[in-house]
């Protein structure tokens, strides 16, 4: 498994449908946190997206894993690759 940072936007999402889907995503990235897909959130002040720290094996793996959040349709995606490191200072 590799690590990837990736930059979701939320584009097209109004408010009564993200308040709508909102139980189920929380629930899916439970899901996702506890399998260990996802390392760490990091939602962006202006609420219009999300940074997270995933696992996977490539970027297609990644697409796939995430395509199970409720959010998804209304996500543009950037997937960087990280290298992992055993500290800060690496």
Same mark, same amino acid.
Do not use: C, W
């Given at each position: 498994?590799?690590?990837?940072?990736?930059?979701?936007?939320?584009? #097209? *999402? !109004?408010?009564?449908?993200?308040?709508?889907? =909102?139980?189920?995503?929380?629930?899916?990235?439970?899901?996702?946190?506890?399998?260990?897909?996802?390392?760490?959130?990091?939602?962006?002040?202006?609420?219009?997206?999300?940074?997270?720290?995933?696992? #996977? *094996? !490539?970027?297609?793996?990644?697409?796939?894993? =995430?395509?199970?959040?409720?959010?998804?349709?209304?996500?543009?995606?950037?997937?960087?690759?990280?290298?992992?490191?055993?500290?800060?200072?690496?």
């Amino acid at each position: 498994m590799k690590k990837f940072m990736v930059d979701i936007l939320l584009e #097209g *999402l !109004d408010n009564e449908t993200r308040m709508q889907l =909102l139980p189920k995503e929380q629930e899916v990235v439970k899901e996702l946190e506890s399998n260990g897909t996802i390392v760490d959130t990091f939602i962006k002040l202006d609420m219009s997206g999300i940074y997270m720290v995933v696992m #996977g *094996l !490539d970027p297609d793996d990644l697409h796939t894993k =995430l395509s199970a959040l409720p959010y998804y349709p209304y996500m543009k995606i950037n997937i960087v690759p990280v290298r992992v490191t055993n500290s800060v200072n690496a």
